[in-house]
């Protein structure tokens, strides 16, 4: 499969609490992306992080990539109720020219 | 709001049915998506436009057949459709295609009865 995939599949935590999700890819990359997606919604943009990048930071979103473990993580400081959503990584494989999604974390961040 | 805007918003059809799902940008992008989001999977990647040329067709029944009349306009029309095309319809549309951040429409909820 050339999807990534997510852990954990579901996350539950306290407001103020970080979240941390977790991605694994199989094949070389370009660059990974962070989306999110309220329920029966579109997926919105996070955060971009290029395959020479080891960190990237945006407001309370931190993310990580390990390129020697395929992996890729991403974290949410301080949540919010609003923070509620699904979040997907998705690579965009060399070679491909596409990007693949993973099923994705479900957060739920309950006030 | 992304940018990128789909009607209908939700559709229900069917079997013997036609119908069109329509997606709309005015970024200036070149490229242009559909993806299908089942329950409890991957976003699939259906059909790509590259220029208004379709670059890529992963394995998509005939049944789903797509039209790109502009860079700005992108379609999926639908015929008899199988109850297991129920799902989240998903367009997006990027600068470039592959490498660049994807825009997304809001989806079209179909079910087919």
């Known amino acids: 499969s050339q999807q990534g995939e997510e852990d954990p599949q579901a996350l539950s935590i306290q407001e103020g609490e970080n979240a941390t999700m977790n991605c694994s890819y199989k094949?070389?990359?370009?660059?990974l992306q962070w989306y999110r997606q309220n329920s029966g919604r579109g997926l919105v943009h996070l955060i971009l992080i290029r395959s020479n990048e080891r960190e990237k930071h945006s407001g309370r979103l931190r993310v990580t990539l390990d390129t020697s473990k395929k992996s890729s993580s991403l974290l949410i400081t301080a949540s919010r109720a609003a923070d509620t959503a699904s979040y997907f990584c998705a690579t965009d494989q060399t070679g491909a020219n596409n990007l693949f999604f993973g099923t994705g974390t479900r957060l739920t961040v309950i006030p | 709001e992304t940018g990128v805007t789909q009607t209908p918003r939700h559709l229900v059809m069917g079997m013997t049915n036609k119908k069109s799902l329509k997606c709309e940008q005015h970024?200036?992008?070149?490229?242009m998506y559909w993806y299908k989001q089942s329950a409890k999977k991957p976003l699939e990647l259906m059909f790509v436009y590259s220029l208004e040329e379709r670059v890529e067709n992963n394995s998509v029944p005939s049944r789903f057949s797509p039209e790109c009349p502009n860079s700005s306009h992108l379609f999926l029309h639908l015929h008899t459709l199988q109850p297991e095309d129920s799902a989240l319809y998903l367009c997006?549309?990027?600068?470039?295609?592959?490498?660049?951040?994807?825009?997304f429409g809001q989806g079209t909820r179909l079910t087919v009865v």
């Open positions: 970024l200036g992008h070149n490229a």
């Open positions: 997006a549309s990027s600068r470039e295609q592959g490498s660049t951040e994807a825009f």
């Open positions: 094949t070389s990359i370009n660059n």
